[in-house]
């Protein structure tokens, strides 16, 4: 890796990325030191990894692994454990640089995976414990080979009506600091239903809301969206703020960086809309 070389600072101080995946996950490049010395280019105060933990027993998605040193590993709490320690090491070392590091962990949510997910959290002292939802029914709907399987199988309405279920679950758990990139469904449905998507999930906002108060669960403003080509956050903006209104905490800035060169990534409009930057605006 060496495009991050080119990197150019964010021009405000205290920026924080909270969602990062190293290499550890298998879908992402780039080893803990590299994202490192890339937010220290790019200015940031924080950067808190959060790697895949997929364990569905019946999901389709990249097989529930993890990998280690570029070997595919099973996910399991005893696989990753080198994940921990190579994150607490690089705590220790980036401190002296002014970087702060922190550990957090995005766990894919999965029908009946609470029991699963407690056990995961309670491994390890978490920063950070993200609720990733990347499939309905099973199906990942945010991978390019699967999502037609998925879609295939419910009109627009239905797809949102179970993704937003799930949501209110995953909120009702407890479990998490926040749910990841809410609305992600919309990374592949944009194209795939060519139906207006905000009025969808509508009927569902009010409830959410409700849970993630209820459960003092956050929300994240995701900034990979204009990395997707769909030009918005997860979730968009209307349903941030609406969130905000109705008293959901939105904390933090997440850009889903897989590659270095993608850390803090359209983070200076971004923190317009959340509390824990310099220039964001406590509500
Ligand atoms: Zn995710
Ligand atoms: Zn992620």
Redesign the pocket.
């Known amino acids: 890796m060496s495009d991050f070389q080119e990197l150019e600072p964010i021009h405000f101080e205290g920026a924080m990325d909270y969602?990062v995946?190293c290499d550890y996950s298998i879908d992402a490049v780039g080893t803990i030191d590299e994202y490192c010395e890339a937010a220290l280019k790019r200015n940031l105060a924080e950067i808190c990894f959060?790697t895949?933990y997929d364990c569905n027993p019946v999901g389709d998605c990249q097989g529930n692994l993890i990998s280690i040193k570029g070997e595919h590993k099973t996910t399991s709490i005893e696989n990753l454990k080198p994940y921990v320690e190579d994150v607490r090491k690089a705590a220790e070392k980036y401190n002296l640089r002014g970087l702060s590091v922190k550990l957090g962990l995005?766990f894919g949510w999965f029908d009946n995976c609470q029991e699963t997910a407690q056990k995961v959290k309670d491994a390890f002292a978490f920063d950070y414990f993200l609720c990733?939802i990347h499939e309905i029914e099973n199906i990942c709907f945010c991978c390019r080979s699967t999502y037609q399987k998925c879609f295939d199988r419910y009109s627009l309405e239905q797809m949102v009506e179970k993704y937003f279920q799930t949501a209110i679950k995953a909120s009702d758990s407890g479990l998490f600091d926040t749910i990841?990139?809410l609305e992600y469904y919309i990374k592949y449905a944009k194209n795939y239903y060519k139906e207006n998507l905000d009025n969808a999930y509508e009927p569902y906002l009010e409830e959410l809301f409700k849970s993630l108060i209820a459960t003092e669960t956050t929300l994240e403003i995701n900034t990979a969206g204009y990395r997707h080509g769909v030009n918005q956050y997860y979730p968009n903006i209307k349903i941030i703020n609406r969130a905000k209104k109705a008293g959901v905490h939105v904390q933090f800035l997440g850009s889903?960086a897989h590659r270095p060169q993608d850390i803090g990534f359209d983070f200076e409009i971004a923190a317009s809309f959340v509390p824990n930057t310099i220039t964001g605006t406590e509500e």
Do not use: I, L, Y
Request: aromatic content about 0%; proline content about 0%; hydrophobic content about 10%.
């Open positions: 969602h995946h959060t895949h995005e990733g990841a990139h889903d």
